[in-house]
């Protein structure tokens, strides 16, 4: 069973429209993290969090905004929706507090912005 | 810029073979890290090997470092079918909560 969970797997959203990715981690870690991965380009690091604490944001646009409810949940809100934010966006966690050692990746979500 | 890739676009070998897949970077890093992805998924960590390691083994695969070279290498013997995937090499930068990745080998294991 998958222990991080992405919803949805696929969306499809218009330009100028928002859109909410969730993910779930049920492997008891601390951190978290956003991740970006468009064609022709490497994995983009976006956002972590430690104790649904922001750590580090990399992110220049501030349509991207994470959202922490609980310790195991880090939702990404994207907002006014552009093409170029199609996407696939990873979520991942990882059981220490910075990001020095191995990251667990959910199946992702695959967005299209028309 | 990147900071982490990979040599290869893309590899092709027959099962059985041996395959390596060579990543260089440009900057220190406190360690570097071997994914692979399979089509529809997540990337999945394969080694982790820090930077006062020269060598790390995780069953039929090994991965090397060379600091002097700013390069390491992920050897895949005995491949399989379902090895097939895309390699990638991530550096871990300073205390950064991030890593730097490669674009990614697509490795193709044919039978």
């Known amino acids: 069973d998958p222990k991080i969970i992405q919803k949805p797997k696929y969306l499809v959203a218009v330009t100028g429209s928002e859109k909410i990715l969730i993910c779930e981690q049920y492997?008891?870690?601390?951190?978290m993290y956003w991740y970006r991965q468009s064609a022709k380009k490497p994995l983009e690091f976006m956002f972590s969090?430690?104790?649904?604490?922001?750590?580090d944001n990399q992110t220049a646009s501030s349509r991207f905004q994470p959202q922490s409810s609980k310790k195991n949940h880090l939702d990404l809100q994207i907002t006014a929706l552009k093409p170029d934010d199609s996407a696939t966006y990873f979520c991942?966690?990882?059981?220490?507090?910075?990001?020095?050692?191995?990251?667990?990746f959910g199946e992702g979500s695959k967005l299209t912005v028309l | 810029s990147q900071l982490a890739e990979e040599n290869s676009w893309a590899l092709s070998v027959h099962e059985g073979e041996s395959v390596t897949v060579n990543c260089s970077y440009k900057?220190?890093?406190?360690?570097l890290q071997w994914y692979r992805q399979k089509s529809g998924k997540g990337p999945a960590q394969l080694i982790l090997?820090?930077?006062n390691e020269r060598e790390k083994r995780n069953g039929r695969l090994r991965a090397t470092l060379d600091t002097s070279s700013q390069s390491s290498s992920l050897s895949i013997t005995a491949t399989r079918c379902e090895d097939t995937a895309v390699y990638f090499c991530?550096?871990?930068?300073?205390?950064?909560?991030?890593?730097?990745w490669g674009l990614g080998t697509s490795l193709v294991v044919n039978p």
């Open positions: 991942a966690s990882s059981p220490g507090q910075a990001n020095t050692g191995q990251l667990y």
């Open positions: 492997l008891g870690h601390n951190a």
């Open positions: 969090y430690s104790y649904q604490k922001l750590m």
């Open positions: 900057t220190s890093i406190t360690a």
């Open positions: 090997i820090r930077s």
């Open positions: 991530a550096a871990n930068v300073g205390d950064n909560s991030k890593l730097i």
